[in-house]
């Protein structure tokens, strides 16, 4: 027995050539202990991977075989041939010229002829085998390819995982059939969504109601960033507003198949990226609906449209740099009437608060917002190149913020262009008996006050375009004394100086800076 070797042998078989007989589990298993029989060889430990392309090394048998080879449980590989170590030209020729070699281990592939503790002529062309084998998994992956998407433009669901709403008919695993506990849900979505109800609300309410989130149906794991893992149960999981806008703007609850949403950036990587929708392979009438198109047309109508909040009544020169240290969520600020003044509050903290997430982070913002502009000038003051501040003030052109209230002036009034359009729309689908009344008058309301918000905005943007336009010299100058001398630390300028604030429970902060602070 050639005792000095502690064999292991790999099988592998990946999807794509499961249909080879030659290429089986069981064939392979079966020429691969005729070989070590013959040749008088002590075999250790199997290693399988069924179901795993060669094209990458994530295999979990694979991984282990590895780890063994380090612990010197093994010292010798032996495959069918190299094909079942891997297809990919660059990880193969890795482990067969440097791993192997450097770890003293011996590798045979049997078909190929090839023995690493040999010298022949079938080593020498085993980078150009690997390289072949490569080419043949690329082939293959096209082919694949191709066979998807003119399955997906014949109308076939081939995606693993069914949308939410809908399961796999058992009789077409390619064809959808509505799952109806989900569906109920589904429906009452777009019903909340008709009544005017934003993502927020309806993600609430839908949490309040105890109702299984999409990810819970699926078993994933869910983290609230709790410490007390009991605040909301495992079992329902939390609704959040990506959730409810992707249901909402999802085509296929109108009986339509989408997909070819994502794409692989190459054979040999998972990782996905999104296609434009333009490029996306829709195919209607596929099967039953979960809602109604005329619904569905019209919900997209009511949709947030990233229209710019109306202007806060109280101006917070810190607002929208501040974050959480300990959740990394947003920390707003708000004005209480009672005691009149501001105070921060952690708005994960504020947003869940009944599931006990996070904690409050409760500062008096005045205080607050000292303490950080007295750090924000010594910083500045100290690692500032002031040379290149006063190019950069001099470069500057007013013209420019002008323009900027300009376009945004202009977005505002596209926007309420639009919101009157939807008014219009809303009339027709009551008279069409899409919506009742009721929901006519409580939908056109909503719009009505995002118009008059949005109009107030408009206002105040011209009145601070007039003073920009009247800037002169003598300002432009002041100006650049107040940049220089950071007595007047404007918002403006904190924007260019600091990237985020985060502000912890105990009252620790952090002050992330756009520049190098180092000396």
Known sequence: MNSNFKVGLYIRLSRDDGNIESDSIVSQRSLLNQYVKENNYNVIDEYVDDGFTGTNFDRPSFKKMIKDLEIGKINMIITKDMSRLGRDYIGTGELIEKYFPNNNVRYIAINDGIDTFLDNTNNDIAPFKAIMNDMYAKDISKKVKTSLHSRMKDGLYVSGRCPYGFMKDPNNKNHLIINEEQAKIVRLIFDLALQGNTYHYISQELTKRKIKTPASYYNYVWNTNCVNHNCISQEYGLWVDTTIKAILTNQIYVGDTVQGKTKKINYKLKKTIKNNYKDYIIVENTHEAIIDRDIFNYVQTLLPKN???????????????????????????????????????????????????????????????????????????????????????????????????????????????????????????????????????RVSENIKKEIENNKLSIDNLKKEQIISNKLDNKQIEKYINNFLSLKNLIRELIINLVEKIYIYQDKRIDIIFTFKNTT
């Open 307 to 441: 229209v710019k909040r109306p202007e806060k009544k109280r101006f917070y020169l810190l607002d929208g740099m501040l974050y959480c240290g300990d959740c990394k969520h947003r920390i707003t600020v708000r004005y209480q009437n009672k005691t009149e003044r501001s105070y921060t509050t952690c708005n994960y903290y504020r947003t869940y608060s009944k599931y006990h997430v996070c904690t409050t982070h409760t500062n008096n913002y005045e205080i607050l917002e000292n303490v950080i502009l007295q750090e924000i000038r010594s910083v500045s003051k100290k690692y500032l190149d002031r040379n290149k501040i006063i190019d950069t003030i001099k470069n500057m052109t007013f013209e420019d913020n002008s323009l900027k209230i300009k376009k945004q002036i202009e977005g505002f009034e596209l926007v309420n262009n639009k919101l009157i359009e939807n008014l219009d729309k809303n009339y027709m689908n009551m008279l069409k008996g899409i919506i009742d009344e009721e929901q006519y008058i």
